[in-house]
């Protein structure tokens, strides 16, 4: 019986996030291989786009290397997230926010509005009813 030389590291992936994960492993020194589960590959080609995802394989050797990478890239990147959100907080809001309020309400009073319409004529229709 032969020995698996590559092991699954990730699965599910599109095909605009597996180029970062493959840089960031290749800069490491690790190669990557990509596999289309399922009919992935032929829908890829046929369609453009691959419902199952992309995995990434690396090999057996490297495969705990490989994941401290990608755990430390996360790290950092939650870093970085929890800063911008500080400055996101202490900036003033956009004027699109207060468009999406306004915006909001309008969609609220048309639909209260309408709901008072549909009972008027819903009143008006029963009287009309009643007096046949």
Same mark, same amino acid.
Request: aromatic letters at 14%.
């Given at each position: 019986?032969?020995?698996? =030389?590559?092991?699954?590291?990730? #699965?599910?992936?599109? +095909? /605009? =996030?597996?180029?970062?994960?493959?840089?960031?492993?290749?800069? /490491?020194?690790?190669?990557?291989?990509?596999?289309?589960?399922?009919? !992935? %590959?032929?829908?890829?080609?046929?369609? !453009?786009?691959?419902? &199952? !995802?992309?995995?990434?394989?690396?090999?057996?050797?490297?495969?705990?290397?490989?994941?401290?990478?990608?755990? *430390? #890239? $996360?790290?950092?990147?939650?870093?970085?997230?929890?800063? +911008?959100?500080? =400055?996101?907080?202490? $900036?003033? +809001?956009?004027?699109?926010?207060?468009?999406?309020?306004?915006?909001? #309400?309008?969609?609220?009073?048309?639909?209260?509005?309408?709901? %008072?319409?549909?009972?008027? *004529?819903?009143?008006? &229709?029963?009287?009309?009813?009643?007096?046949?």
């Amino acid at each position: 019986m032969k020995k698996k =030389e590559n092991l699954k590291l990730l #699965g599910n992936y599109s +095909k /605009h =996030e597996i180029p970062f994960v493959e840089s960031i492993l290749e800069s /490491h020194d690790i190669p990557t291989l990509r596999k289309y589960p399922e009919t !992935g %590959g032929y829908l890829d080609i046929y369609m !453009g786009y691959n419902a &199952f !995802g992309i995995d990434v394989y690396v090999p057996v050797q490297k495969i705990e290397e490989a994941r401290m990478i990608l755990k *430390s #890239g $996360e790290e950092k990147m939650k870093m970085n997230s929890r800063y +911008k959100q500080k =400055e996101d907080k202490s $900036e003033s +809001k956009s004027i699109f926010t207060y468009f999406s309020f306004i915006m909001k #309400g309008i969609l609220i009073i048309f639909i209260i509005l309408n709901i %008072g319409f549909l009972f008027s *004529s819903l009143f008006k &229709f029963i009287l009309k009813l009643l007096k046949m």
